[in-house]
Every structure is written in structure tokens, then in C-alpha cells.
């Protein structure tokens, strides 16, 4: 091949490098494009069913409050749907409390959010300086008294400005047992859920199922006509040690009482009239101010110590299954005995009957044991709470008697510590109903 000749196709392999080139280019080019393209539809598609979190709960929130304007009085839904962002909250503030906490506050437990903290939940200013209810949306925070507590953290509350008349927001106890929560509150999970509401002449139920086995009360029936603190003390044994008591005195408490609370395991009533050693298994002091001190050695404090340093206008006794298999003279001159310091001292006196439980053989013999307690307050100036229809927990089985388990609620997972707090609920209710 000559010279010329390979100049030729020297040339003509680069024009064609050339146009293989530029073709290779427009395709990329145009594959460019059309992934762009792609990319911006699938993106305008995406942002159709995308939804933005914070618009969504307020628009959530708002329809929730205006469902609730619009219902009925006795009205229900049993599976309301609803979504709330992670970092919400919806909070129900009942009538009677007012921002400064002088009518008290909400509180006491919520199972579903294993909430069973003794502090108070003021109402926020944002509802209002006035004594109705409200319902507001909050940032969510690490712990429930500190729940739409600041006024940057409150986005919005409806108020009885709204709602055409004062409405008191509350929970309940789970209808089918499982817990409950003592007041209405709905955390954010970036998931639809459902609520249970009912509407009634001047209160809204508002629970995570349905609650209407025991309406909560307002949290205000504690206190005097004359808006006077009562002083509380609670007496009791080692269930008063754990959530029970825990309940109890949260419910006192956030009526806006001072409370003080004094257990001690395995005692009797003769154990704070007598100044019995305390057991291994210790002693648990709760003060007013929401410290604790756990003693595990020394004596039980007198009873009539107690009422004279604490001074209280109500004494609310509690004893489990400790004077199980005493005879009834017994029984009746232990009670005799500590309900005679009580009402000496000018308070009144309220006992708990015993729980039911697996020292007993059966319903029969736990009920026997219930009447000799009963009869042995009846014969004092003390009013009786009957325990049986709250703590039907089933700790051997199928029932709730005839076995060796434990007898402490507290000590059966989170079921008995849900048992043990709708205990103190029904035991509150009925005290509040008597007082």
C-alpha cells in the first residue's frame, strides 16, 4: 500500500472515530435527560403521597378538637383515626384547673405510656386563667409533668371559647381490662391510631381503647368548699410499697393535697401502734415533696408520731392479706386499737379491705377474711372500701387464688402492675364517691 493510500484511510478512521464519538455523546446526553425527567416526576409524584408531619398534625388536631364540638352529648367513636407527628402530644386538661395549680392538676398513671410519676401536670397558660378544661397540642417531652409546661413548647389549645361551653378532658380504665390512663393523653408515633371518644353533658373521655368502666373523677373533689389543702396520710404494707401506692398517691396528690405516705412490709396495724422492727424486706417513707426514703432495719414510726408531726385532716389505711388466719378478736382489736389513734386526733379515718390473692384457697375463705376486716372498721369511726371488684388479677392461672405465687402485684410483670394501679383507681373512685 502506498503512501497516499494510508493517508486515506488514516483519515477516514478518524471521521469515523469522530461520528461514532458525537453519537456516543447525543445518547448520553439524551439518557441524561431522560433520567432527569424520570427523577422530577417520580419526585412530584412522591410529594402527592408524602405527607408533612407538622402540617398534618395540626390539621389532625384541629379536626379531632371539631369532631368533638360537633358530637352529641353520649355520643362515642370507638376507633377514631388519627395521625400525630413523634414529637407531639395531645394533652386534656380537666375543669378545675387552673394554670397556677391552686384547683390542682392532672396526673396519676398512664399503662400505655408507663406513666405512673406522683408530679403534677399543670394546665398551660395558653388555656386560659379561668378553671375550665382545655385540649392542647405540645411538643412531646422526656417526662409527663413537664408536658406543655412551657408556652413555646404549647402550639395550640381549644378551650371552652371553642367548644361553645367548659368541657373536662379524662381517660379511664380500659374497658377490657389491659390498664388505663387516668387522663386524656395522646403521644405522637408517625402512625395513624385510632381513639376511643365519648362526649358526655360536660366531659369528653378521650383513651387509646375504649375506657368506660370507671369515669375518673375531677381532680378537684378533694379539696374543701373553701379551696383549703387536706393533708393526707396514707398507712399500708409492702403493696402500698409498689405501684398500688404509687397510684394512691399520685391520686391524692394531684387533687392538690399535701400527702404523706408510710409502708411497711409485712405490717399489721399493730406495727405503727406497737413500733415493731422493721423487716429485711424494708420500709418505704414517700413525703409530700415527692422524696423517698427506703429503710431496711429499726422500728416502725408510731402512728401517733406520725399524726402528730404531719397533723392530717384524713388517714387513709390500707392492709393487705398480713392479718390472714388471725381470729377475729384479734383482728378486731388491731383495728380497734390503730382507728381509735386516728380519730382521737380529730381526722377522719378511711380503710381499704384486702386485695384478692393466692393465700386463699378459694373466693369463700378471701371473702371471709374481707368481712372480718369489715366488721372490725364497722365497729370503728372508720368507712370501708371494698377491694374485691378491683383486683380480680388472676395470679394462679385461671384465678386468682389457691396457689404459691407471689402476692405482690408488683411483682407480675407489666399485667400486675397494670392490675395493681386500676386497684388504687376503683379504690379512689369509691373514696371520692364516699367523701
Known sequence: MN????????????????QLSTETVVKVVLTVFLLLGLFYV????????????????????????????????????????IYIAEEYAIVGYQSGVDETGTFGAIGGSCTSYGITSPYLNK??????????????????????ADLCQENDEVFMCKTHDYFGGDLSFTGGIFSDGSGQCTFALLYGNNKPQTLY?????????????????????????????????????????SQTMGPYGDEL??????AGNTVNMYSVCGATPSYFTKGSSIP????????????SDYLTSGTTPLLTKLIAEHAPTLVFVTFASNMYGWSETSIDNAISTFASEITSSGASCYWAGPP????????????EYKEAIKAGVGKSDCTFIDSEDYTSFDFCGDTPFGCDADPHFANHGAEGKAAAQEWAAGIYADFVSLY
Request: one cysteine or more; charged letters at 30%.
Open 280 to 291: 429485711s424486706c424494708g420500709a418505704e417513707y414517700t413525703y409530700n415533696d415527692g422524696t
Open 123 to 144: 394546665k398551660p397558660e395558653k388555656c386560659g386563667v379561668g378553671e375550665e378544661g382545655c385540649l392542647c397540642l405540645c411538643k412531646k417531652t422526656d417526662e409527663f
Open 3 to 18: 503512501k497516499q493510500n494510508r493517508v486515506r484511510m488514516k483519515i477516514h478512521s478518524t471521521k469515523a472515530s469522530i
Open 356 to 367: 384478692q390473692g393466692p393465700r386463699y384457697t378459694d373466693l369463700e375463705t378471701y371473702q
Open 197 to 237: 371518644v365519648k362526649k358526655g353533658e360536660d366531659d369528653v373521655r378521650i383513651c387509646q381503647k375504649e375506657c368506660d368502666n370507671v369515669a375518673p373523677e375531677k381532680s378537684t373533689l378533694i379539696s374543701t368548699e373553701n379551696e383549703v389543702e387536706t393533708s393526707i396520710l396514707i398507712i399500708g404494707d
Open 42 to 81: 417520580s419526585a412530584k409524584l412522591l410529594a402527592v403521597f408524602q405527607t408533612d408531619e407538622d402540617e398534618s398534625t395540626i390539621r389532625n388536631f384541629e379536626q379531632l378538637a371539631a369532631t368533638i364540638a360537633q358530637m352529641e352529648e353520649g355520643a362515642s367513636l370507638e376507633s377514631y383515626p
Open 249 to 254: 398517691y399520685a391520686s391524692f396528690k394531684n
